[in-house]
């Protein structure tokens, strides 16, 4: 004979009614909320699927757009190259590096070139530029030689290095060393020289698509500048070696490769992007952000979820990222003193991108500003260089120093135009000499006075920016 036994949930239901229909009721309720919670995450996930379709086809438009003009995606498309049979002026360079003879010593006391000179500073200069003639034979063929490209691995993005600036702006100022010994032994010719193979690292040092390098470049303008101004202060060139540097530098472009460097580092912001998108190493995140930030938010939900979750508002990053960029190049383009303020404006624009739209465009976009002063100073610089070595020549073959820049014109001297102002430079005769400047950042010309230094590094302009 056999006995059954009621399943547990009928017996529930007869023993416990009341707690049965409740649990019954609980379990309808979370399966309405479970059906309810998958509508909202399916309905989520397509809100989160079209607009990544839709910000990514914007990010797709704005980098083909680049493109269609002439722009470059990636730095290696600005890389510079050497034509095949050609020799390259790295190879040269890299063997002057190489045969280099100077302690860190005798740099400290030679490369302070503002200290007066004293018998034993000229000594030394003399023993050290004795010492390194092959250096400076490889230097002089190095400069020379038209196409010059160093190793570097223009697909690393953050990872790219550049030694060789260090040793090309160290190039420049062993050439100041001797500069200064030929213009006191009164070899002039050879001391303008001698400048003259600093002017052509200094273009070699442009060619590279990085802002870096047209700063490096800007620096060794600068030391032979002051380099040739020393020379022109202790006498007169012949007119030969004169003509031939005002040539070469008439002939020297500012912003073309000025340009190309900021299409260099766009290319850079849109390789951060993708690398973005494929992910972060923890290295570079201790890189970024130092071992000591949270852990948990960095890594986890401030960049893995951004990458994935966030693509959406990644893509508008770069959209942001990339719109800044055109303000930036238009900026640019556009002469000064409208170049500066338009600069400024898109600078501060950057505080404005809210946080949610512009999380990398506000921590990686770089300040130009300063960058672009600092071009047109250098050109305004070179322009004065120009007319002091026409002046120079002008008065080895007439006697004097003309009476305004029109006589310099009417003998077929090319005159530069003052960066700042738009117009000429500024000329005057005074004592046994001339002074020569430019109107500066500010617009307001101060008769060539010479440049507030303590105000230079304010950016508080009260005085012209170059002189002679």
């Known amino acids: 004979m056999s006995e059954s036994f009621p399943t547990l949930g009928p017996a529930a239901g007869q023993l416990f009614p009341t707690l049965w229909r409740g649990l019954r009721c609980i379990g309808r309720g979370l399966k309405k909320l479970g059906r309810a919670l998958l509508y909202i995450i399916l309905v989520l996930l397509a809100i989160h699927l079209v607009a990544t379709l839709i910000t990514g086809h914007m990010v797709r438009r704005k980098l083909s757009d680049i493109k269609a003009s002439g722009g470059a995606l990636t730095m290696r498309e600005l890389a510079p190259t050497v034509p095949p049979g050609e020799p390259n002026a790295a190879d040269i360079y890299q063997k002057a590096f190489d045969a280099l003879r100077i302690s860190a010593n005798d740099e400290d006391i030679l490369f302070d070139f503002d200290a007066p000179p004293a018998e034993e500073r000229t000594r030394l200069a003399r023993q050290v530029v004795a010492a390194n003639q092959e250096y400076y034979g490889l230097l002089e063929q190095a400069s020379q030689i038209p196409a010059c490209a160093f190793p570097v691995d223009w697909d690393a993005g953050f990872d790219m290095t550049f030694p ?22 009164g070899d002039l010719d050879a001391a303008v020289a001698s400048c003259a193979a600093a002017f052509r690292i200094a273009e070699h040092a442009k060619i590279g698509p990085t802002l870096i390098g047209q700063l490096v470049a800007y620096a060794i303008q600068g030391i032979a500048s002051d380099g040739l101004e020393n020379v022109l202060s202790q006498g007169i060139p012949s007119v030969e070696v004169s003509r031939e540097l005002h040539r070469r530098l008439a002939a020297i472009d500012q912003k073309g490769p000025f340009m190309r460097a900021i299409q260099g580092e766009r290319a850079s912001g849109i390789w951060f992007f993708d690398f973005v998108r494929r992910g972060f190493p923890d290295e570079l995140l201790d890189d970024l952000f130092g071992p000591f930030e949270p852990w948990l938010f960095w890594k986890v939900l401030g960049w893995r979820l951004y990458r994935t979750a966030g693509r959406p508002l990644l893509n508008l990053d770069e959209v ?9 190049m238009s900026g640019f383009d556009a002469a000064w003193p409208e170049s500066n303020e338009q600069l400024e404006r898109t600078t501060a624009t950057i505080d404005g991108i809210p946080i949610y739209r512009g999380l990398l465009t506000k921590m990686i976009f770089p300040v130009f500003a300063r960058a672009n002063w600092s071009r047109d100073r250098k050109t305004a610089m070179l322009g004065n260089a120009q007319i002091a070595l026409a002046l120079k020549a002008f008065k080895a073959e007439h006697g004097r120093y003309p009476d305004s820049l029109a006589d310099l014109a009417e003998e077929g001297w090319t005159l530069p135009t003052d960066p700042f102002s738009g117009g000429p430079h500024h000329y005057r005769r005074e004592g046994a000499g001339f002074v020569v400047w430019s109107v ?5 010309d101060d008769n060539g006075r010479p440049l507030d230094e303590e105000a230079l590094r304010d950016r508080e302009f009260k005085s012209d920016e170059e002189y002679w």
């Open 320 to 328: 942001a990222s990339l719109n800044l960029w055109e303000e930036y």
């Open 440 to 444: 500066g950042q500010d617009m307001d």
């Open 164 to 185: 060789h600036f260090a040793d090309m702006r160290q190039a420049a100022r062993m050439l100041r060393v001797r500069t200064d010994v030929l213009a006191r032994e």
